[in-house]
């Protein structure tokens, strides 16, 4: 039922975002209406597929992998299927979405007319639309030739060649990196050479090599990347144009000979492949070269009898306002492209609407598109965001921009959501638009798109919006000055501490820049930037390392990431394996050696604005979006700072006491001590974690019952740790036995604590039914500690006035909070009050019960004879009383749905600040290690001891202003 109910919920959310509709729709189109559109893709781009289905009368089916169930497009289509592999296993994150038979199968049980592949996964796979056409399903596409044609980018250049398309010098398909060696030597393909998948496309599987030492480890990566991405490993070799600018032209065509194009857009800013910007059109391109262009991508795809929607790519060397500048011919994407929305904007033609018309038979001519009748009608600016590496997982706060002439197509997320970091790292794309094609509309555009990202709210994740306007404003993107170096020339716009002009000269050796290394021997956690997958291992134990060489490469967002070393030494552990799946908090590697010292000149920049922003928000603890900000520990950049200055005071970091105090006999001695103390304690609280004892929670089980702390882990997110607040309170003989005699239980009957669930703080509080079979610790003159208050009961007045100050209040019935009838599970007198007050309750069947008398009172009064569950069972009150919000067959669901609800709760805007404060996602370690304390407390409390050092290993960063 709670499925049902977010599945309409966050539909509704999904439509009511903003989304322009475009002037050429083809929504009075009727050829379509009632026919079923399979997508066989996942996040933004399903999304936009089931709006264009929508519009034009067609049920959206989606599909994911069971660990992808999470995903806004699931929820969003009219219906969804999970995705199993050959065995039935669940198939990874990646493996369901390319499981060709799975797919297919699933469109023969759905009765599915059109299958919308998207873009990546299987969208340029042959072998999935042969299968379909074998099966007399349509694909949204060309046809399965033409895939096999452009997908393999030897063949695809082969006809360039025959249609007087240029291209550049490249190699066949290459079998290993011995091959790649000799296609070098040879003088087939020079340098710089650039190393591409040959199924590939989106910037992904792509390597420069600029020296022959480059090419064993580049072709490695380059088909890992490429297997990982589109299921295929081969790759080829091409000549590197460099200082070029990426032009792409957007074509349609019916199959039937008649092709179109929606002119051309500049993809030129890009970062390692992947473009950040795109605009459309081109800006000040001179006439005659957009001609030449358009007439190369017209001409590539009437050779070949295209179908669909498609996109030819060209690398153009010289200025665009130049009519005889050269291009090349780079490759033809035969999907729709991410970037497909800003040449939508700029023409007004919605391409997916037109993709699916076209699959089910319409010709251009039918659908009013002729060469003549499509023009540009403005300028757009398409913006990428995307999450970058962070230690973040949960969205804090999430608010989309709106507003004239801004467009955002996303992947549907919402405060409080969890995005699966194993996917592409693509939030969504803010694209502005201006009337008219001239340079005061660009700049209209641009202007707009800047407060469209001030207004995109994305908290407790790290991204790149930052990076992006800080792209917007750079003086060569002004100037139009940009190519595809663009930023990998200028690194400090996605970093700004990489900025050249802090760096002071370093020391030299024969002319040679000398690396300066601190004396310290420091010891080395090495952490994943995000959650991802173990490609490699390049180090073992024992092995030397330096400063910036690779000990691990990771696999996440579909892309490959490098964990390299931050010093000069030795590894001496090596914790994970080719294969294992890591999070943010996994000790991967652990290295031991000496810091580099960078050599920084401050005086020029602690003055300017950046130096004073950024140190502003390392103070406040308040997160900027620059894709670095977790992450500055593995940055070669990292230098300690020793005073942030806030803007209005120098914080002072505190010093640590000398190493050897904390190794000598005497810090041997407190340790040894401190480790004695804080062992007992955990012994006493893993005591306290076993209940009543052996008897009562074998009883307890008996009855098919969790433990508390069992159900509480089952509600707050998946390796989060729940903050009990006095776990060893109610014990040490505070009840007493019917004769009168103490009993020495470990604790009282409540536990509590603070959790975190889907990122925001929960205050848990759990009856446990194994301690003296009750709800509750026994406190003496309960009644006078805590009296009535304002003739209202206890229960009533405290939940009533946390209403009152809208905090959101959730009870789960699965045990009783009174003595007698603990083993019915009920709520009974008081403890009824406690559901019925709270904004939403879920009850368990058959397990838990709610009623102000029991069966006894009701026979005693009126004779009558019923049992718990028909007087206050969970089919009582989730469908005649409505006491109950929520029916649960079993403690599981019961639990799982406690995290839906939670998850589903909005944001109090005006408590966002301080939630995000809170988040885990904003903590900056202390310096200095926190077990340092057992070796700093002394053995006598009578001793003292400097507080400060105490401070500094528990405070972010060890900063304390005293």
Request: hydrophobic letters at 35%.
């Amino acid at each position: 039922m709670l499925r049902s109910i977010l599945h309409s919920t966050t539909k509704r959310l999904n439509q009511q975002r903003q989304h322009s509709t475009l002037p050429q729709s083809f929504a009075h189109d009727t050829s379509l209406r009632n026919k079923t559109i399979l997508i066989a893709n996942r996040g933004e781009i399903s999304l936009r597929i089931q709006r264009a289905a929508a519009a034009l009368g067609c049920k959206s089916v989606a599909v994911c992998a069971e660990r992808d169930l999470d995903s806004p497009h699931v929820e969003s289509a009219d219906e969804y299927v999970v995705l199993k592999d050959e065995s039935g296993g669940d198939g990874g994150a990646i493996g369901p979405y390319l499981n060709v038979e799975a797919l297919t199968k699933v469109c023969i049980e759905r009765g599915v007319d059109l299958v919308h592949p998207g873009y990546g996964f299987l969208s340029e796979s042959s072998q999935f639309a042969q299968s379909l056409q074998d099966n007399n399903i349509g694909w949204v596409g060309p046809n399965p030739s033409i895939l096999q044609l452009f997908g393999d980018k030897i063949q695809a250049r082969a006809l360039a060649v025959r249609s007087d398309v240029p291209v550049v010098r490249g190699s066949d398909n290459l079998k290993s990196g011995e091959e790649v060696l000799d296609v070098l030597e040879s003088g087939m393909v020079g340098l710089p050479a650039i190393m591409k998948a040959a199924y590939g496309g989106g910037g992904r599987g792509m390597r420069i090599l600029r020296s022959t030492s480059d090419a064993l480890p580049s072709y490695k990566s380059c088909q890992r990347e490429a297997l990982t991405a589109f299921g295929r490993s081969e790759v080829f070799l091409e000549e590197y144009w460099e200082n070029t600018k990426h032009i792409e032209v957007q074509i349609l065509a019916d199959g039937c000979g008649n092709v179109v194009h929606l002119y051309e857009r500049d993809c030129t800013v890009q970062n390692r492949h992947q473009k950040v910007i795109e605009l459309a059109p081109s800006r000040e391109i001179h006439p005659e070269l957009r001609q030449r262009l358009l007439d190369c991508a017209v001409t590539l795809a009437r050779s070949c009898n295209y179908k669909g929607a498609g996109t030819v790519e060209f690398l153009v060397r010289g200025e665009l306002s130049n009519p005889e500048s050269e291009f090349v011919f780079m490759e033809v994407n035969p999907r729709v492209q991410v970037e497909h929305t800003v040449t939508e904007e700029a023409t007004g033609v919605d391409i997916v609407q037109a993709q699916l018309l076209i699959a089910g038979g319409r010709t251009l001519e039918e659908l009013g598109l002729v060469q003549d009748n499509i023009r540009l009608r403005q300028h757009s600016v398409q913006a990428r965001i995307t999450m970058m590496p962070g230690k973040g997982e949960v969205l804090d706060f999430y608010q989309e921009p709106s507003g004239d002439g801004v467009r955002c197509d996303t992947a549907g997320w919402y405060t409080s959501f969890k995005p699966n970091q194993q996917y592409d790292p693509l939030i969504g794309k803010v694209i502005c638009s201006a009337g008219g094609v001239t340079t005061e509309a660009f700049e209209e555009a641009r202007t707009k798109t800047m407060k469209a990202l001030d207004d995109f709210k994305i908290e407790g994740i790290a991204n790149n919006i930052d990076a992006v306007k800080r792209i917007l404003t750079h003086p060569d993107f002004l100037a139009n000055r940009v190519n595809t170096s663009f930023l990998a020339d200028n690194p400090e716009i996605l970093d700004p501490r990489k900025a050249p002009s802090t760096r002071k000269q370093q020391p030299t050796d024969h002319g040679v820049a000398k690396r300066v290394y601190s004396e310290e021997k420091i010891r080395f956690e090495l952490t994943p930037p995000m959650t991802g997958n173990v490609l490699e291992v390049r180090k073992k134990v024992g092995d030397e390392v330096d400063v910036g060489e690779a000990v691990v490469v990771l696999s996440a967002m579909k892309i490959e990431t490098e964990m390299v070393s931050p010093v000069k030494g030795i590894v001496t552990e090596i914790n994970v394996s080719a294969g294992d799946q890591v999070s943010g908090d996994d000790v991967v590697a652990v290295l031991e050696g000496h810091e580099e010292i960078k050599i920084m000149d401050t005086s020029s920049i602690e003055n300017s604005t950046m130096y004073q922003a950024n140190n502003a928000s390392s103070a406040s603890g308040l997160q900027l979006s620059d894709p670095t900000i977790d992450v500055w520990r593995d940055s070669d950049d990292f230098v300690p700072q020793h005073n942030v200055n806030d803007g209005f005071l120098a914080v002072q970091t505190l010093s640590s006491i000398p190493h050897k105090q904390l190794v000598d006999a005497k810090a041997q001695e407190r340790r040894k001590r401190n480790e004695t103390l804080r062992d007992e304690l955990d012994s006493k609280l893993k005591s306290v974690k076993l209940g009543g004892g052996e008897t009562a929670v074998a009883k307890h089980r008996e009855r098919g019952k969790m433990l508390p702390r069992e159900r509480i882990a089952n509600i707050i997110d998946p390796g989060s740790a729940f903050l009990e607040i006095g776990s060893l309170a109610g014990g040490n003989e505070l009840y007493t036995s019917d004769d009168g005699k103490n009993i020495d239980l470990p604790s009282g009957g409540v536990v509590a604590g603070i959790g975190l669930v889907h990122g925001r703080e929960v205050m848990i509080v759990a009856n446990d039914a194994t301690v003296k079979d009750s709800g509750g610790a026994y406190l003496p003159m309960q009644a006078e500690v805590f009296p009535d208050r304002e003739h209202f009961g206890r229960i009533f007045f405290n939940q009533a006035k946390m209403s009152a100050a809208g905090i959101p209040q959730l009870a789960v019935v699965l045990v009783c909070a009174t003595m007698r009838v603990m083993s019915q599970g009920s709520c009974t007198a008081g403890g009824a009050y406690v559901p019925s007050m709270c904004d939403e309750s879920v009850i368990v069947h058959k397990n838990g019960t709610i009623f102000l008398a029991g069966p006894p009172l009701v026979k005693a009064a009126t004779q009558e004879v019923v049992s718990a569950e028909e007087l206050g069972g969970a089919n009582v009150h989730t469908s005649i009383s409505g006491v109950a919000d929520h029916f649960a067959q079993d403690e599981p669901s019961a639990l799982k749905k406690v995290r839906q609800i939670v998850g589903a709760l909005p944001v109090d805007p005006q408590l966002r600040s301080s939630v995000s404060r809170n988040s885990s996602s904003f903590v900056e370690e202390p310096l200095y290690p926190l077990s340092d304390l057992l070796s700093i407390i002394p053995e006598d409390n009578r001793i003292p001891f400097d507080v400060r050092q105490i401070v500094a290993r528990v405070v972010d960063g060890s900063r304390f202003h005293e």
